[in-house]
Each structure stands twice: as C-alpha cells, then as structure tokens.
C-alpha cells in the first residue's frame, strides 16, 4: 500500500513539476495561443451548423465548459496553479490513504469474530451451496476489486483536472476528459433513447408471464382430476403445460428480438448464429431423448409407481422426465434409461393388468411329476397351494395348465391372479413354499427321475 503511495505521489509530481518548467519558459507563447483558441472558439460559436439535437446539445455544452474552464485558469498565475494542483495531490492521496484503510477494516472484521458470528452459510432449497468460510473469501475478493476499482476511478478523475492547469498539457487534459465523458455522455443517451423500446419489451414479457400464470393454473385444475377434458389424460397436465411454456417464451423472444440493443449488428448476430451452431451440433442425443420423451409421454406405456420390464430389468418407475426414466429395482437398484433407448424397446407394464375393470396379473410357477401319479392329484395339490397364498385372489380361481409330456414326465403350470403388483417377489416365495408343503404332506416327492444309456464296448 505504501509502495503505491509512493509512486502515485512520484508519477503526478514529476508531472507537475516539468511541465511547470515548460510553462515558465515559453508561458508568453502560450498565452497567446490560448488567445487565439479561445477566438477561434468564439467565432465557432457563431457559425451556424444543423446536426441533429442530441449531439448539437452535447457538443455546445462540452465546448461552453472547456471555454468557462479555460479562461477561469489563465487568470491565475503560476504559483497558484502549483498550488491548486499540488492540492490536489494531496487530497487524492489522502482518499486513497482512507479508502485502502477502511477496506483493510473490512477485511480484518470479515477474518476476526464478526465473520465468523455473523455469515452463515449459503443454502439452496436446503442444500449447502457455501460454507461460511468460502462467502468470507468471497466476500474479500470482491472488497478488493471494489477497493482497486475505486482507486483508479479517483485516479482518472484527478489527472485530467492536474494536467489542465498547465498550458502545456492543456490539450492532454482535454483528450483524458473525452476519455471519461464521451462514454458516459453515449452510455446515458443510449439509454435515454432506448425507453421506448424498453417499455414494449417490458409489456411483452408481462403478458406472456400472465398467460403462462393461467394456463398453469388450467394444467393444475387437470393434473388433480378437478377439470375434466375428453380424451385428456391428468397425466398429460405437466409435460403439456411445459411445452406451451417453452414455445411462449420462444415466441416472445422472437417478437422483443429487434428491439434488443444492438440487436441489427453484426457482432451481435455472428454470436447468435454461432450459439445455434454450438446448440444444434452439442445437442443431437438430447435433443432425441428430448423427442422421445414427448413421444413416450402421450404414449402412456407407464406412469410412477408403475411395475415395468426394460430390457431384462425389473422395477418401478420412480422418475419420468423428457430426458431420462429411472427405476428402481426389488434390490433398491437405481437403474437409469435415455428415452431414445426406451422408445425403440419392449416395455412389459404388469399394474395395466391389476386395474380394477382387470382380473388381476397371472403369476404362475411349473412343477414335473412322473406318469405314475394322477394328474387330477397334481392339479388339486397346486390348487389348494395358490388358494392359501396370501395376496392371491380366489375368484377368478387358480387353475393348472399342462405345458408338456416328456418321455418320463409331464410338465404341470399353476396360474393365479393377483393385484398386489408390488408383492409379487413375496407372492412368489410363499407359493413356492405351499406348493412343497402340499406335495410332501401327500407324501409325493417332487424329484423326476433322469436317465442315461451308457453303452460299453467288450474286447
């Protein structure tokens, strides 16, 4: 801190002093070229110009101010003018001396107890963002900026009002002023002239929030079955509402596109073309899963809870979104599939089967059993075994189908309904377990007999 000091006092005092040198040798001809500027300045006064109002306005101002200001500073004489500047110095030195010490202030509360005490971290919808150590450095780093900020905003500001003191450098001051000025001058008229176009862009994207207000609104209404559509399906509300929602925002944005600042120029359009570009050849996959998602939306193979089969996995959907569907498994797996993936697969959804206009899904298990045994016996057993299943429904009744007659036994299928789609690994474990019950109560062994020819060759 002290070296900056030290070389902004050094910079603006050899300034000074050399053109104060340069001033008192040649003072007498500065003089009067600043005469015959300031006629020239007189005489432009009275020419008449037509530009337009702003910058007529602007530049009548801009030459009043450096006339005033110029004519003010040649009646003071050399001495004075050190002074002044040499004051000048002084306070700016002064103001950054406050400055840096109550940003260092700051910072040593920020480090002490009152950081500590008194930020918290920063949480989003009960996740922890930051620690409250990294909002501290945050914090810190934006003092500083701030603090530097500050510091050449005085600097730009005092060197000009130095340098104009001095004929010399008269110029010089007047080319820094424009530095700072101008922009500000082009920044404010910009935004002056751009309030019209600001003020349709404001009822624009007020009238496309209150549509999509009402028809959120409408797609609540149908997702919790108060408002009935023909042939509109309440799970159809949420993905329906978002399309609408994005093809609004995209139409508002095409509508407010020209009254944009900057929007007719060509930087400004070469970026948007070249944005499209990057999106449309980053995006191909999702943009598919995106698609697919529509499509398996308004298809309605499934919907959350549901007990489906995708390609050999097992589970209940537990996440449907237009990009990705997840299930999870009877192991507490988490399986995730693109929809691009999903769309070109069989899909087996066994809750269709348990709706209530349905008898249930059929859930079977196949036993084998010798041809000395009476096949009325096996289907008794079987039956009775399904009927004290526990989630398994007596009417329809279970019945047994024979799927095959091999050469030393015949293959016996016990088919029951059930609706408790979401016990069917457990249904399966007491079924199997009645039926061996039942089997070795009859005293019935449920092994089939293999056999084997071997045939052996004698010398």
Known sequence: ???????????????????????????????????????????????????DAVTSASWIQTVRFEYMWSESIEKLSLLERL??????????VLIIWLIWFLFKRLNNSLEGNFGKDKIKP???HKYKVLSSNQVIKIIEVFLNLSKYLI????????????????????????MLFGYILNPIRDIIMGAVMYIPNLIKVIIFVIVTRYIIRGLKYFSKQIERGKMRIPQ???????????????LLWAFTVAIIYPYLPGSDSKAFQGVSVFVGVIFSLGSTTAIGNLVAGLVITYMRPFKIGDRVKIKDITGFVVEKNLMVVRLKTHKNEYVTFPNLLILGSNIINYNTSSDEDEEGLIIF???????????????DILINAALATDHVQK??????????????????????????VSKVPLIYTTLYENIQNGFRESGLDMTSAHYRVISKEKN
């Not at 050899?14 to 600043?34: G, I, K, M, R, Y």
């Not at 510091?151 to 007047?174: D, G, H």
């Not at 509109?232 to 994005?246: C, D, G, R, S």
């Not at 000395?372 to 096996?378: A, E, L």
């Open 1 to 51: 801190m002290r070296k900056l000091f030290v070389i902004v006092i050094c910079f603006l005092l050899s300034l000074t002093f050399s053109f104060a040198q340069e001033v008192q040798a040649d003072d007498n001809a500065h003089d009067e070229a600043a005469q015959a500027s300031a006629a020239e300045q007189k005489a432009e006064k009275n020419i008449t110009v037509e530009p």
């Open 83 to 92: 002074g002044i500047a040499l004051a000048l110095i002084i306070v700016q």
């Open 122 to 124: 920063l949480y989003f």
């Open 151 to 174: 510091t050449i905003v005085i600097l730009i500001l005092t060197i000009p009002f130095v340098f104009s003191f001095f004929n010399a450098t008269k110029n010089f001051a007047s």
């Open 232 to 246: 509109f399906y309440p799970e159809w509300a949420a993905p329906t509402f978002k399309i609408l929602q994005v």
């Open 365 to 379: 298990a196949e036993v084998t059993f010798g041809y000395s045994i009476p096949w009325q016996t096996v289907h």
């Open 395 to 420: 009417k329809p009744k279970p019945f047994v189908l024979q799927t095959k007659l091999d050469d030393f036994y015949a293959c016996y299928q016990i088919n029951c309904y059930t609706k408790d």
